[in-house]
Nanobody, 123 residues
């Protein structure tokens, strides 16, 4: 199993940007597909974005298309989520996880979710 650690969250004003990082700890995840999910207070966790193990395929939730970009750096063993034009509705704890299957069929396909990083977008 791959242990993942999220970082890069923080407080940002609406319209601003943040880049989240998902780094493997203990094991590499170059052979895994990686996805991001988020959970806001009082809401269920929802899918945000995913990238295939090869880095050539991506998938995004409709709510973030055109604003968020997922990428990966194999040398750094890290997956990134670049978030632009942030909205208050993006406020949530963001998590990343690895999956052995592609394309993603749902959050249940992902394993080894990290501890999450808080993103807060103010008006």
């Amino acid at each position: 199993q791959v242990q993942l650690v999220e970082s890069g969250g923080g407080l940002v004003q609406a319209g601003g940007s943040l880049r989240l990082s998902c780094a493997a700890s203990g094991r590499t995840f170059s052979n895994y597909n990686v996805g991001w999910s988020r959970q806001a207070p009082g809401k269920e966790r929802e899918f945000v974005a995913a990238i295939s193990w090869s880095g050539t395929s991506t998938d995004y939730a409709d709510s973030v298309k055109g604003r968020f970009t997922i990428s990966r750096d194999y040398a750094q063993n890290t997956v990134y989520l670049q978030m632009n034009s942030l909205k208050p509705e993006d406020t949530a704890v963001y998590y990343c996880a690895a999956s052995a299957v592609w394309p993603p069929r749902g959050l249940t396909d992902f394993r080894s979710w990290g501890q999450g990083t808080q993103v807060t977008v103010s008006s």
